[in-house]
């Protein structure tokens, strides 16, 4: 499986960005798609997942400004960040897992394929 996140750059706090996530490989499946993020001198955090079910999950930090979405017909996942604020500024990862349960979907352990990571920078 192969990830390739893009749609990251430089925004005012309030600003509005969207992360994409395009997926490829012969293993890959919508079992399981999320995003992750690590700003400088942190550990990486979950942020949001989707399930192939649809069903969806989130950072208390980022819902109601965060929304993921997929386009099974392009492999893609998307993260749509509205009200950014500067504490959103990290490296946002997709990742794949085809064994997680919802029990865990938040832990980055269970997740066995990343991306590059893309740059979220957000000014105040």
């Known amino acids: 499986v192969q990830l390739q996140a893009s749609g990251g750059g430089l925004v005012q706090a309030g600003g509005s960005l969207r992360l994409s996530c395009a997926a490829s490989?012969?293993?890959?499946?919508?079992?399981?798609l999320g995003w992750f993020r690590q700003a400088p001198e942190k550990e990486r955090e979950f942020v949001a997942a989707?399930?192939?079910?649809?069903?969806?999950f989130y950072a208390d930090s980022v819902k109601g400004r965060f929304t993921i979405s997929r386009d099974s017909a392009k492999n893609t996942v998307y993260l749509q960040m509205n009200s950014l604020k500067p504490e959103d500024t990290a490296v946002y990862y997709c990742?794949?897992?085809?064994?997680?349960?919802?029990?865990?979907?938040?832990?980055?352990?269970?997740?066995?394929?990343w991306g590059q990571g893309t740059l979220v920078t957000v000014s105040s």
């Open positions: 990742a794949h897992s085809q064994r997680v349960i919802n029990s865990a979907i938040r832990t980055s352990s269970m997740y066995d394929y």
């Open positions: 989707i399930r192939r079910s649809g069903s969806t």
């Open positions: 490989g012969r293993a890959f499946s919508m079992y399981a």
